[in-house]
């Protein structure tokens, strides 16, 4: 269902005239920055980045942020080394051989699927984006875009006999770290509740291989779930178990856990039913503000940021610069109904050096934008020169 809504966003744009995209040219390119030489970049303030790239902590405190400042329009998907952690692989995991799925609760029969049985379902499943849904501050490095392959969740299902009654289908995964978090957020007990024909319309995947070799070990090895524009803590790694259960199943406690970051109704829902999907509205981030030196000395900044989520294309992507005016970005990447990130620049000429606040909003209001609306992805830069 979504991609079909994304198809069609897509149709639509093409014999619409508000979008950029659709003016002469497309998107232009983005490793060419404004007349001049590419002089050195304007630092972030107010956050509090954290070592990127490397791993670290331990179990489920365990980060890896990405460092997304070097995107550029050819390199948008992220090497596994340096993709995004959230959780380490648990140090009390013993990996069966084979690894086993049970299945579970309002089934015919319980069985035992073992992973090489699902290998001949095996597929590419295309690039997706992950965003953890506590990415905020730390330098928003928990996202990344990646290929991702695996077996159809729809193919799993498949093999699977419903009880009358069955109406959800609750996704676990191994959780059991000797580390308890020191951070009272993270609990362990990973799983999530989906409608059946949620997870087939979603396209979601049990994804066994990263980039083309198999899942790395923290990225969930040897299967995690990839439920396509959701946010990472649907996300499982290391499924162990595939419940059906009735309509009327509690909430897991990963999903009161997070609850508030993915958006659901206040008071917290107390039936998994009642939780909304936890899927990405239409989001924005500038990744790197690069400063520009004209042939005549003035200086320009090239703000470069990444456009991800939402449930159909648009391009109508606004950023504010300080008190500036809202000005429509330039895509060096087209959006796409492809459910990846895309790349796009924006050139401000401030007039006094300061801190500013780069603001990003889709200007139309028919497009679901909760974060942009609630400045989740607010950046300030430093401008020392001008
Ligand atoms: N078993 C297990 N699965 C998990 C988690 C976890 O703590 N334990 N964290 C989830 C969260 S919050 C996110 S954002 C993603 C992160 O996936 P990654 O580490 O491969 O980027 O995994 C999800 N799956
Ligand atoms: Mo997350």
Redesign the pocket.
Known sequence: MHATARGAGLLLLGCSDRGSAARAGGPHDCAEGPPGERVGEAPFVGEDIPPLDTLVGEG?DAR?YFDHSELTADALIVPSEH?????AY?DQLVPPDPWIIRVRGLVDQEIDLQLPQLAELEADQGVHL??????RGSGFG?I?AARWGGIPMADVLDRIRPRAGAARVLV????NHSMPSKNQF?T?G?SWIFGLEQLVDQGAFLATTLDGKPLPK???KPA??FVPGW?????????NEIRLVGDDEPATS?MIE?ATRTHQPSPTPSLARDFRPATMDQSAMPVRVERWKAPNGSLSYRIVGVMWGGYEVTDALEVRFGDGPWERVDFCTAPSQEQTWSLWSHVVRPSSPGVYSIRMRVADPDVPQLRLSADWYLRQVRIDAV
């Open positions: 489920l890896l993709f995004y952690v959230r959780t648990p992950l965003e953890c849904s506590g990415n928990l990344g676990s995964g191994f959780d993270s362990p990973a923290h990225h969930g995690r779930l946010y990472g803590c649907t996300a499982i790694k290391w499924v990963q997070f």
